[in-house]
């Protein structure tokens, strides 16, 4: 077999099969950006690579996937934290006008150009930690022109640096102030204008929706999920953050890639989530910037044998984090997965709650080259350091 670059010498966490997949004398192999062998060296056929890369024993893992952000957005909302550090509530803030709808204002006064100049630096902290793929939603725009240009600018930091960029409709994300006195005509013009009109664009690859007292009904955001069907769109859905209003088992009843959040899921969530096969996506940046007191039910979704991702929530007001490594570690630390789990939440199954199983998330042949080399002695490092970025080279589609 004639191949385009051998990575040689190193250890692998293959990410494929039932666990994380340790190999500790492993090769992997790509010819025109995909992986053709990823193993022992022992078992690798003869390869006859153009160029041979020399790990040195180094750990290679599938390029990360950060698969929940909101990376596009106009200002900060550091006035919200310190209302917060004095007391105020998540749900107090956005009952008067804080909130998703303070970003909202600022987004709207945003161009295009100013969007994208304002995630670049948010989204390079994460490609320095080796992150490959990145789910982008919109949500902060709340009318048809800025949700679209939201997603506009969300493409454009595909074109502009190395990386995938999975577009997910957040139009469900607030009411604006315009439709305060009937969420019932935004959520229409949502499900009936703005979904079909960008989805026709080629702008949207998944929909999502805020499902909570603050944001949207069972009933509207069923409304939503409706119409992403019927124009054969994935859905996925904020779910059991701030209460329980069953979010997550509206979502599993529409084959949803992902729930997330999942504070307050409930044994009946979870049993849907598992029936569905929905990754249930954990955010411990949300978790412990807002100072939640619940944490996610991990060890029950773990008996349910319940796919659990991980994600940064990247956000201007519940989760300005941009860095997957610490987001590791705060799952560890504080939702108390392990480190295989860890490592598998923001690769395999990463990959699962975009709808990208087939493309990446492992090393695979076929999948993708997206890999992350480390210099590390031992897997637990990238979750038990805080703060330290032990990246040695990240490729994207073999390079």
Not at 305 to 328: E, H, Y
């Amino acid at each position: 077999m004639r191949c385009g670059t051998v990575w040689t010498d190193a250890r692998l966490l293959t990410m494929a099969g039932g666990d994380v997949g340790r190999v500790e004398d492993g090769v992997v192999a790509a010819t025109d950006g995909r992986i053709v062998y990823a193993g022992a060296r022992r078992d690798a056929p003869d390869l006859s690579p153009r160029d041979t890369i020399t790990c040195d024993g180094r750990w290679i893992t599938p390029g990360l996937i950060d698969c929940h952000t909101h990376l596009i957005h106009g200002g900060d909302r550091s006035q919200e934290f310190e209302l917060r550090l004095n007391g105020a509530s998540y749900e107090e803030i956005a009952r008067a006008g804080g909130g998703i709808v303070s970003t909202m204002t600022a987004t709207r006064q945003a161009t295009e150009a100013e969007l994208v100049a304002g995630a670049l630096p948010r989204l390079d902290a994460l490609i320095a930690e080796g992150v490959t793929t990145v789910e982008v939603k919109s949500g902060y725009g709340l009318s048809l022109e800025v949700e679209g240009r939201m997603l506009q600018a969300a493409g454009r930091l595909g074109r502009d640096r190395p990386i995938r960029i999975r577009r997910t409709f957040l139009g469900a994300h607030a009411t604006p102030p315009e439709f305060v006195h009937d969420p019932d005509a935004y959520i229409a013009l949502v499900a009936d204008e703005m979904l079909p009109r960008l989805a026709g664009e080629g702008l949207v690859d998944a929909v999502d929706a805020f499902c909570e007292g603050v944001g949207f009904s069972l009933s509207q955001v069923r409304r939503v999920f409706d119409a992403a069907a019927a124009l054969g769109l994935p859905v996925k859905l904020h779910a059991e953050q701030l209460s329980n209003l069953h979010g997550a088992e509206l979502a599993a009843s529409y084959g949803a890639l992902s729930a997330d959040h999942l504070e307050h899921l409930d044994a009946a969530g979870i049993a849907a989530l598992a029936r569905s096969g929905t990754v249930a996506t954990l955010l411990p940046g949300a978790f412990y910037f807002v100072r939640e007191q619940q944490r996610p039910p991990v060890d029950a979704l773990r008996a349910a044998g319940v796919p659990m991702a991980i994600a940064t929530d990247c956000n201007p007001g519940t989760s300005p984090l941009t860095s997957l490594l610490l987001t590791m570690n705060m799952a560890a630390t504080l939702f108390r997965l392990t480190v295989d789990e860890c490592l598998l939440g923001v690769t395999r199954h990463a990959a699962r709650a975009l709808g990208l199983a087939a493309e990446t998330g492992a090393l695979e042949v076929g999948k993708s080259c997206d890999l992350a080399i480390w210099a590390i002695e031992r897997p637990a490092e990238l979750v038990y350091r805080m703060g330290f970025n032990p990246l040695h080279a990240r490729i994207w589609r073999g390079q």
